[in-house]
């Protein structure tokens, strides 16, 4: 099992340039979800996605667009960057019945000029 | 607001030094309470939940407890590859939503 994997790892980005990060799990899960990191603020939510075909936002959805096509991949799009995005983005994903964890992707490095 | 705070920020220990991490929440139903531990550019590791107050989990060196108020990642004689960040979660019920202390840094010295 490959648990979760994100794609790209590490990605220059120009302001108003648009990108999509690629989130997938091998878990069967059928929660998944978009996080960044950001120095002092600790892992904030972005989307998030109880199933196939369902998006919900998080705490900090603004300029982000997502998809939930396939069970097993979770897409974050970013039609229009801006500096302000520049941060670590982490998708996790977690089982809907019996134990609530969540499992973490290894990140995604983004810079916005 | 349901708020999660962890303290110290950061902590530096001798090796064999034992020590703990607090995270105190409020939430108006803890779901479960998760601590997780991430190493430098990488992603968090799941460790433990603990879902009600008294329950106690452990791990090697490590050990967490939980109260109604706060929970405590009790560390026994650590050694440098302990060193990492801890980063405390709550969930409350009725949503599927995480919510995430800033993390202690812990760096532990040969």
């Known amino acids: 099992n490959a648990g979760v994997t994100q794609t790209p790892k590490f990605r220059v980005l120009k302001t108003g340039q648009s990108m999509t990060l690629l989130c997938a799990q091998d878990?069967?899960?059928?929660?998944m979800y978009w996080y960044r990191q950001d120095p002092g603020m600790g892992l904030r939510l972005i989307h998030y996605?109880?199933?196939?075909?369902?998006?919900a936002k998080g705490e900090v959805p603004d300029g982000y667009n997502v998809s939930r096509l396939k069970k097993q991949n979770f897409l974050l799009g970013l039609e229009s960057a801006a500096p302000s995005q520049t941060s670590v983005y982490f998708c996790?994903?977690?089982?809907?019945?019996?134990?609530?964890?969540?499992?973490f992707g290894p990140g995604t490095r983004l810079t916005v000029t | 607001e349901d708020q999660v705070t962890q303290s110290p920020e950061a902590l530096r220990l001798q090796e064999g030094e034992s020590s703990s991490l607090n995270c105190s929440y409020t939430?108006?139903?803890?779901?479960?309470l998760f601590w997780y531990r991430q190493d430098p550019g990488k992603g968090p590791e799941f460790l433990f939940t603990?879902?009600?107050a008294g329950e106690e989990k452990e791990k090697e060196r490590l050990k967490a407890t939980l109260t109604k108020k706060e929970s405590f990642l009790h560390i026994t004689a650590p050694k440098p590859e302990d060193s990492a960040t801890y980063l405390c979660?709550?969930?409350?019920?009725?949503?599927?939503?995480?919510?995430f202390g800033t993390g202690t840094r812990l760096k532990v010295l040969a």
């Open positions: 603990l879902y009600s």
């Open positions: 878990m069967n899960h059928e929660y």
């Open positions: 939430v108006s139903g803890l779901r479960g």
């Open positions: 979660a709550v969930q409350e019920w009725g949503t599927y939503k995480y919510i």
């Open positions: 996605s109880v199933g196939e075909g369902t998006t």
């Open positions: 996790a994903s977690q089982q809907a019945t019996g134990g609530n964890e969540q499992y």
